[in-house]
């Protein structure tokens, strides 16, 4: 996507801490297999600020902070934890939200097998569709992980 070396390893870097804030969510929820009840879900939605706080502790660390922070923020303003609009979300923050987004649609979970990246990215671009996420971001996703997978044509999809 045309960013330096050092951005990309800080962006590397927030992906890999932006689930840091599930360490204050407790193991009945994380761990539950089934569907999360209303008021766990609610629960669970405040490991994006915790991971914001947490990291908000580092000196100089407030640009990745809000990368890993920010990923469940949509540009409509209706996400989580903050409640940012398009113009408060810089691009790599963008860039968390579908990647993130994508990889837990296409993963295996415990509780349920990972989809299609066809089925995946009909589903970002349902959410980009609806204002939530980057139009072009979920192009890109589209373009990059769809060229990885298509040596895979055996694939589902469901």
Same mark, same amino acid.
């Given at each position: 996507? +045309?960013?330096?070396g050092e951005?990309?390893q800080?962006?590397?870097?927030?992906g890999?801490l932006?689930?840091?804030g599930? !360490?204050?969510? *407790?193991?009945?929820?994380?761990e539950?297999p +089934?569907?999360?009840?209303e008021?766990?879900?609610? !629960?669970?939605?405040?490991?994006?600020?915790?991971?914001?706080y947490?990291?908000?502790?580092?000196d100089?660390?407030?640009?990745?902070r809000?990368?890993?922070?920010?990923?469940?923020?949509?540009?409509? @303003?209706? @996400?989580?934890?903050? @409640?940012?609009k398009?113009?408060k979300?810089n691009?790599q &923050?963008?860039? %968390?939200?579908? !990647?993130?987004?994508?990889?837990?649609?296409?993963e295996?979970?415990?509780?349920?097998? @990972? %989809?299609?990246?066809?089925?995946?990215?009909?589903?970002?671009?349902d %959410?980009? +569709?609806? *204002?939530?996420?980057?139009?072009?971001?979920?192009a890109?996703?589209?373009?990059?992980? *769809?060229? %990885?997978e298509?040596g895979n044509? &055996?694939?589902?999809?469901?």
């Amino acid at each position: 996507m +045309g960013f330096d070396g050092e951005t990309a390893q800080k962006m590397y870097l927030a992906g890999a801490l932006h689930d840091i804030g599930k !360490v204050a969510i *407790g193991n009945e929820i994380l761990e539950k297999p +089934g569907r999360l009840t209303e008021d766990e879900f609610a !629960v669970m939605k405040h490991h994006a600020a915790y991971t914001y706080y947490i990291l908000n502790e580092i000196d100089d660390f407030d640009e990745m902070r809000d990368w890993a922070a920010f990923y469940h923020e949509r540009l409509d @303003g209706t @996400g989580y934890p903050f @409640g940012k609009k398009a113009e408060k979300l810089n691009t790599q &923050e963008r860039i %968390m939200a579908c !990647v993130d987004i994508y990889q837990a649609l296409t993963e295996s979970r415990s509780y349920k097998k @990972g %989809m299609s990246h066809k089925k995946a990215c009909e589903i970002l671009e349902d %959410m980009a +569709g609806k *204002g939530w996420l980057d139009t072009e971001i979920t192009a890109q996703v589209d373009a990059c992980f *769809g060229s %990885m997978e298509n040596g895979n044509s &055996e694939e589902e999809e469901n």
